[in-house]
């Protein structure tokens, strides 16, 4: 069974309580845009320098420690950047967001396919990630002010995050349905049912059939 994105719930979830906290500051924060990149900026720093502190306090004398000290120091220092100059990103997040929902939307979809014939659901359950994916291909275009599109975005990042809440519930019936043994046989459309039969019992030597006997 396909699980791209829902190996775990965490990362699932993770996923719906950014879309749906970055949503709603798009929706009711002002100057959404820029609000957003420094909320980001944020997180890049909080990251960087976790790593950084983890690097340092392992000093470990190999190169793989040394490429995370790196690339921490780098993720400070981008997250620094933006934080006092958000409006380098400000102006093209409404795009970035619409990128995310169109990749995020679509890996939905293939995981929800998937699934659908463990949950004998119907199509209706691939609505809100065919919406969350023609949302993101809309705010590609832009056609509306940068406040109108930062309200637009925001509400289609709270859709995304029900949608994507939804999802891992559905996948994770459809891992415990798969766990059970259920196979679709593609083509004859049959459900067959199977279980695990015990493991059949080691004959060493003959007498041990005949205390079998």
Sequence with gaps: MITLGYKTRFDSVTRAVAAIGIGLVMVFGGNAPTLVVKMLAVLL??????????GL?????TGVYHLLIANAVLD?????LLFFNPQWIAGIIVYAIGILLILFGGLQLVALAG???LLEAGGSSLILSILAVVGGA????NPFTINVMSVIAGCLLLLYGVSELISTFKMDKAKEEYEKGKIVISGDAKDVEYERLEEPEVIDSPDDLDDMN
Excluded: D, P, R
Excluded at 57 to 61: I, L
């Design 45 to 54: 720093i909080g990251a960087g320098a976790a790593s950084l502190i983890y």
């Design 57 to 61: 306090v392992k000093n470990k004398e």
């Design 76 to 80: 400070v220092i981008v997250g620094l």
């Design 115 to 117: 699934a659908m014939s």
């Design 138 to 141: 809309f705010l590609l275009f």
